[in-house]
């Protein structure tokens, strides 16, 4: 008898209708394979929990754009040069978002690998530059270090992180709080809340400068004059 995911949609949303419990299948590598119900439910629980988990820290932030972040908008946009954002790990996977975002939309960012600035990138750094500094503990040894190198140089240094009594908070010039009460994940150990939080902020400081900078759709569009965005903002001429 084949499996219930191989039968035709149909007969299965049929089978589905007369017995719940016959949705609950997965495709698992090249063959279908019924999974437990139970471990079903708990997966449909964990995946709704993450997305709640996730929504709550979110949420969180916009209690925390107090005078600590008008102090890091007016430091970013009054910059003579780059906004220098690094991290390592899964924060820097986000902070390479987070200066992709701020290019553009008008404020001059670039990422530095925190390893690789270790290793002699910490160079391309000047002092007419800010550096934006991602690590959920604050206690990331690479950045740390990269900081405090910084702060040597007199460059001033911006900390996200969850942890406002962190090495990177107390080596920077300003802290923006990321904190997060628990990760979404069920061990509470995968970067997935803190991570969220830390895009999300920089979100919130990209979209506050938009705004700052009085940057326009025209101005976008100078940016990004490829692909179906920028042929919408070209009026198709891209």
């Excluded at 016959?22 to 019924?34: H, I, K, L, M, Y």
């Excluded at 997305?51 to 009054?78: H, M, N, P, Q, Y």
């Amino acid at each position: 008898m084949p499996n219930r995911a191989d039968r035709p949609t149909a007969e299965r949303q049929q089978l589905a209708d007369e017995d719940p419990g016959a949705a609950q299948v997965a495709t698992v590598g090249a063959e279908s394979t019924e999974l437990p119900r139970d471990l079903v439910t708990r997966g449909l629980a964990a995946a709704r929990s993450a997305i709640e988990t996730e929504a709550a820290a979110v949420s969180a932030l916009a209690d925390r754009l107090d005078g600590v972040f008008l102090d890091v908008l007016t430091a970013v946009a009054g910059c003579e040069g780059h906004l220098v954002v690094t991290g390592l790990g899964k924060s820097g996977l986000v902070g390479r978002k987070i200066a992709a975002t701020l290019a553009s939309t008008g404020t001059p960012a670039t990422f530095i690998h925190a390893g690789d600035a270790l290793h002699g990138d910490s160079g391309a750094v000047t002092p007419r530059d800010l550096v934006l500094a991602l690590s959920a503990s604050g206690e990331t040894a690479e950045v740390c270090a990269f900081a405090r190198m910084l702060s040597e140089r007199q460059i001033p240094v911006i900390a996200m992180t969850g942890n406002e009594e962190s090495t990177l908070a107390r080596l920077s010039t300003y802290t923006l709080d990321t904190m997060v009460l628990r990760e979404a994940d069920p061990l509470n150990l995968a970067p997935t809340a803190s991570t969220t939080a830390a895009l999300v902020m920089g979100d919130a400081l990209a979209c506050a400068l938009v705004v700052l900078r009085e940057f326009t759709h025209h101005d976008f569009a100078r940016f990004h004059p490829s692909g179906a965005l920028g042929r919408r903002l070209l009026g198709g001429e891209a």
